[in-house]
Nanobody
Framework: VQLVESGGGTVQVGGSLRLSCAAS????????VAWFRQAPGKEREAISC????????VYADTVKGRFTTSGDSAKNTVFLQTDNLKPEDTAVYYC????????????????????????WGKGTPVTVSS
């Protein structure tokens, strides 16, 4: 059972990347899948969430209007399309999945303080150069 992120890389300011989070050993059907990122010296923060049970999408204010999350049940994969990238988007990007919480909870900063989410990937790095 695992989550595997891919699609990270180095892009210039204003560029785009499409990140993927693929699940194996289980299906996303009942899961909320959130994308997190962690920049050097900073805490991990939730930036988006896609809930497969109701197709709800939630975004942090820092990425709203620039990032789009979506799910493909046939591929058992969740995507994060990142557009108009800025230097402050540089971070390692992780996906996490859990059936206990909806996206309203997954996106809260304090969620990681109190809960260990069920599945995590190992991350994919994104570097935005100016």
């Amino acid at each position: 059972v695992q989550l595997v992120e891919s699609g990270g890389g180095t892009v210039q300011v204003g560029g785009s990347l499409r990140l993927s989070c693929a699940a194996s050993g289980f299906t996303f059907d009942d899961y909320a899948v959130a994308w997190f990122r962690q920049a050097p010296g900073k805490e991990r923060e939730a930036i988006s969430c896609f809930d497969h049970s109701n197709s709800r999408k939630v975004y942090a204010d820092t990425v709203k209007g620039r990032f789009t999350t979506s799910g493909d049940s046939a591929k058992n994969t969740v995507f994060l399309q990142t557009d108009n990238l800025k230097p402050e988007d540089t971070a390692v990007y992780y996906c996490a999945a859990d059936t206990r919480f909806g996206c309203s909870t997954m996106i809260l900063p304090e969620t990681l303080q109190y809960y260990t989410l069920k599945f995590w990937g190992k991350g994919t790095p994104v570097t935005v150069s100016s």
